[in-house]
Structure formats: C-alpha cells, structure tokens
C-alpha cells in the first residue's frame, strides 16, 4: 500500500497521484504517524461479458460467443505499521482475496466443450496471505535494510499495485497474466534515495526466495511459479531484484527493474524433476514511467523476460503427477511480454472554480501480451495467447481515497496489431468497479 496517508490527498491530480506512489524513501516511512497506523484498500467488481467460461478453448473461431456476468470482491487489503522506535518499524499486510478460502468446484474444459468433469479446486475458492510481513532499519537516507516477506518490485503493476494507481476497472490485464500480482518473497532488502533536484533517484535491491520451475506453464509463463504451495519455500538457489526510478522532473516518475534467478530448478519441489537437464535460469526485465500534472496522467509499462532450457521444463513438467497444484500445461515459451499504456484527463482541472464539478478522468488503455511470444525451435505456441485489447472509460473521485470506475474493453485474439480484428472472436465486456485506499487510525 502506498506509504503516504491517502485520506491527506488533495483532488488535484498531481497531488493525487504523488501521495498513492508508493516510496521506499526512510522520510516517506516515517511520516504520516508517530507511533502506529492501520489501513489498507479494497476493490469490488462486476462484469458483463459476451464470452463464455473457457477462454481461449472454443475451437477454430476462438471463445464461444455467450453473453456470462460476473461479480466478485476481488481483494480486500489490511495493512498496520508499528515504530518499535523512530528507528526499527515493523510491518504487516493481509490480503483476502476473492471473499476468503474455501474449497469450491470448477469445470474441467475438454476439447473446448463446456460439458468437461467436475474437479475439487482449492484455490478458487479464495485466498487469505500474509503480503507483506518485514522489519525495518532506518539508517541514513542513502541506505537502509528490510528483511522478511515483501513485494518484489518488477513492472509498474507490482511496484504500484494500490487501486488508485492504475485506471482500468481491473489491475491491468497482461501483467497479471504472466506474472504474480501482487508478488510477494521472504528475503533481505537494501533500499535508500540519493541525488537532488534533477539527479534524484531511489533504489531498491533485493535477495529473495525464487521461482519453481514445476509451476511454469504455456498461459501464464511464471505467474505459478511463485513458491507458496509447501509450508516452507525453497530457498537453494534465491533470486536477486533490483529496482532503479528517476523523480529528478517534477510530476515524471521513470523505473526499470531486473529479476534473475539462476539454476531455478533447485527449487523444485522434487530436485530429480529436471535432473537431465540443463540449469533453467529466470530473467525478467521491466521499463515503465508516468507523469502526471494538473490535467494529464499518462503510464506505460513494458515487461518481458527469458527462461533457459524451456524444451527440458515442458517435457518435465508434462510427466508431473496430476495430483500435483500444477497445471502441466505446455509449451512453457522461452520468451513472454506485455506492454500497455493509458492517459487520462482530469475534467475538474479545467473549471477549477465550479465547486460542483466533479472530479473525473475519461482515460483510454492499451495492452498487448502474450505468454508465448517465442517458443523454443521444436514448440508450438498457441497463437490463441496473443491477446491485443483496449479498454475506454471514466473514473470518477467523489473522494481523494475513493474511487468508482467503469470501461468498455474490447480484446481481439491472435494478433499483435493495434488496429484491425485477429483471426479468432473478439472478447468485450463491460465493467463496473468501486475502490478505495486509506489510512483509518493512526497515532
């Protein structure tokens, strides 16, 4: 969650936006309270779609055309934070995601029928996790240490995943679909903030637990691969994050971050998985900036990454036990990315006198991704995960910590073009979401 208190923000846009970043800078750890607070953020969602249940699976013209609605709670966050003394500050947040945890059933699809086998699925049901989880030490401005469970900074979404940073209804769509959102390790952090006027920057470099190649699949690459099955996680071969952004322009915020995470195969659950083969090495990589002003909030975010020896994992994890939590579902492609960008418009900015304006941004999105943008010489990606989409809506602040919106998002299937229909049924849907984010008490 953002570290500054939401409720202080103004309904200016840059003042708006500047307090929901989130900073690891020790003066933004500090301020805001003197010795505790508890807050977090919420999101509830409907949609009214024009596809059925099996995505991707309805033949040689892609999706069924059905009309099918949804509603849900898709996460509500609590976060606390204690200063043992001005010095050590200990912090928590719990996600509930999806209304809880339970074990519910879904429908197995078989060969794009919706007719497939009933199946016992735990995680659908919801999640309950511990987010965040970490220590602080304040030392200097320049430098300064967190240890425990924390968020792994790679790409925009990550980085700045509160509600109030991102305009569609939903947190953007090909972030979380090749990768975990919010992803969170257990591990060590150094972070600080140096530099003045126009050479200001932040850092923030990680050693954490990594990534189970048992959980890569062909339609979210490394998204279940994130560790968290087993009470412990596989600590044999860590992953190192960093992260880099520029404020040194006043409204303009530019990032890049970098994940490695070498002889991942160590962290499988069964170390005879990927035995004959080669070490499989985990590279992502993110560029990502935004600037806001009084009138104008534009983003954009480019991700992608490699994985080694995909040939080796999809053959491994093809022969993997079915009562396994993984999918088994190959290729498992050498090389995914996703790239998006939107802007919005603050209406209230041009009548700044008329009090009973509203505070409102008409924004468009766009998102390209695809899990299987390169596969392996000998693998065959499934055009079917090229995904183009565009999303137009308005967000509306009757508060500067709440936040009602609603797009239209159409996606065309099989094509990396911007403009023009894909081989395969378009996807649209209507969505309606409200938000919020703040600090409820504090002293």
Request: with cysteine; proline share 5%; aromatic share 14%.
């Amino acid at each position: 969650m953002a570290t500054g208190p939401a409720e202080e923000v103004s309904t200016t846009a840059d003042t708006q936006e500047t307090e929901a970043v989130q900073s690891k800078a020790p003066s933004d750890e500090v301020k805001g309270y003197e010795k505790w607070r508890l807050g977090g953020y919420g999101e509830m969602l409907a949609a009214f779609k024009d596809y059925g249940l099996n995505r991707y699976y309805g033949g040689s013209k892609g999706n069924t055309k059905k009309n099918h609605h949804e509603i849900s709670i898709p996460r509500f966050v609590l976060e606390g934070e204690y200063k043992i003394n001005p010095k050590w500050i200990l912090s928590a947040e719990i996600e509930f995601e999806s209304g809880g945890t339970g074990i519910t059933y879904e429908i197995e699809s078989q060969s794009g029928s919706e007719n497939g086998e009933y199946e016992t699925e735990v995680e659908k049901g919801g999640e309950v996790a511990l987010e965040q989880f970490h220590l602080t030490r304040l030392i200097v401005p320049e430098f300064n240490v967190r240890v425990g469970h924390m968020i792994i900074p790679v790409g925009l979404t990550n980085s700045h995943h509160e509600p109030l940073n991102f305009f569609t209804a939903a947190r953007p769509e090909g972030a979380t679909t090749i990768m975990a959102s919010t992803w969170h390790e257990t591990g060590l952090e150094f972070f600080g903030r140096f530099g003045k006027g126009a050479a200001t920057f932040d850092y923030e470099a990680m050693i954490t637990s990594g990534l189970n190649p048992n959980g890569f699949d062909c339609y979210n690459w490394v998204k279940k691969a994130k560790q968290g099955f087993l009470e412990v996680d596989n600590f044999t071969a860590p992953a190192y994050t960093a992260r880099l952004n520029w404020t040194g322009v006043p409204g303009l915020r530019l990032g890049a971050s970098v994940f490695y995470n070498p002889k991942a195969q160590k962290n499988a659950d069964k170390l005879i998985t990927y035995a004959e083969y080669d070490d499989v090495n985990v590279l992502l990589y993110s560029f990502d900036a935004q600037y806001v002003n009084q009138y104008v909030t534009a983003r954009a975010n480019y991700l992608s990454g490699n994985i080694t020896e995909t040939i080796g994992v999809t053959a491994a994890n093809r022969r993997y036990s079915s009562k396994s939590p993984y999918s088994r579902m190959g290729p498992v492609a050498r090389r995914a990315v996703d790239w998006s960008a939107e802007v919005g418009v603050n209406l209230k900015s041009f009548f700044p006198h008329v009090n009973a304006f509203p505070v409102v941004y008409p924004f468009v999105h766009y998102n390209y991704y695809n899990p299987q943008e390169t596969c392996e010489d000998g693998l065959i990606g499934d055009n079917r995960c090229q995904v183009s989409l565009w999303s137009f809506g308005l967000n509306w602040r009757p508060l500067s910590n709440l936040v009602v919106k609603a797009d239209y998002t159409t996606r065309q299937i099989g094509t990396g073009k911007m403009f023009g229909s894909g081989p395969y049924n378009s996807e649209n849907e209507f969505r309606i979401g409200i938000a919020y984010q703040l600090w409820f008490a504090r002293k």
